[in-house]
């Protein structure tokens, strides 16, 4: 009763830009012992920056004394739809997630609702007419970061026309297709390159953000496409994929082919100060702390912003070179 007063109390909050909310159980914080309960339903573990988020997020959970029930959906919607079922069975007193995809979570969202438990997105937005369906959403700015990658290229692109035929002939290797960053990433990057006419993308197809992904799709690339310029790859698994398949081909990643990513991790970074990628736009994962506060924060029936936007940054190879050692993910 008490979760369903302060969910309508929030949906009315809604209208004024700002929402608070107090999850499951009985009390504020839910459990008899006072402490919060969390499920969290994570996209999977396809990256370096997946596996640095997972772990921000559970070591502030056991930190701030957070019972946290996380699960990994392998990069499937149904599992993570299954997995926040889940918690709203087991009564949680807060759910988060970050989504696979951006459409298809109206039905679970409003079962979360129906219950009383709010719900924080973190990393991916969904896409949905229904702004009650949850509480406010942590994460980057893809759109931004696509853009710093597009202008990266423009400020480049004359050294980025490697073969010196006035064109600068890009290859992109995209996310997950239908995830918010995927999307993102490209309608910015697209939004400033389309400035240059020098500058078009020749060939753009999906590697899922893994590794693997990136290199198959890099493979295939080498063979169906002429004179490849650049590589714009959404993160650096992909980007470093692409390394390996490019270095197979006997040409040299960096050099003969310029190579665009996204994250900052740790081994993007060692390949950004290595020569072999030629700029990289930070995506921050360490989202626990401020997740854990804005949950704290909600569950206390205190104002939310609806929108809280991930501080990033942008490195060149000099730059990288000089944080790699102190580089935390
Ligand atoms: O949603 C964030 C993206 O997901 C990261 O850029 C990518 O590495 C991850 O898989």
Partial sequence: MVKKTLVALSAIALGAGTLSACGGGDSASG??????????????????????????????????????????????QENQIKAIRSYIQQDVDIISFSPVVETGWDAVLQEAKRAGIPVILTDRAVDTDD???????????????????????????????VDGDGDVNVVELQGTTGAAPAIDRKEGFESVISSDPSISISASQTGDFTRDGGK????????????????????????????????????????????????????????????KINFIV?????????????????????????????EETTFTQEQAAEVLESREY
């Fill in 31 to 76: 459990s008899d012992d006072g402490a919060i309960t969390m499920g969290f339903a994570q996209v999977g573990a396809e990256s370096g920056w997946r596996t640095a988020n997972s772990a921000s997020i559970q070591d502030t959970a056991e930190a701030e004394g957070i019972e946290l029930k996380f699960s990994d959906a392998q990069q499937k």
């Fill in 131 to 161: 702004e009650s369906l949850y509480v406010t959403f942590l994460g980057s700015d893809f759109v931004a970061e696509g853009e710093k990658a597009g202008q990266w290229l423009v400020d480049n692109a004359a050294d980025s026309d």
């Fill in 216 to 275: 198959q799709v890099m493979e295939a690339f080498l063979q169906s496409e002429e004179g490849i310029d650049v590589v714009y790859a959404h993160n650096d698994d992909m980007g470093l994929g692409a390394i390996e398949a490019i270095e197979a081909a006997g040409l040299v990643p960096g050099e003969d082919i310029k190579i665009i990513t996204v994250d900052a991790v740790r081994d993007g970074m060692a390949a950004l100060a290595e020569g």
């Fill in 282 to 310: 930070e995506c921050n994962p360490l989202l626990g702390p401020q997740l854990m506060e804005l949950a704290q924060q909600v569950l206390d029936g205190e104002e939310v912003p609806r929108r809280v936007v991930t």
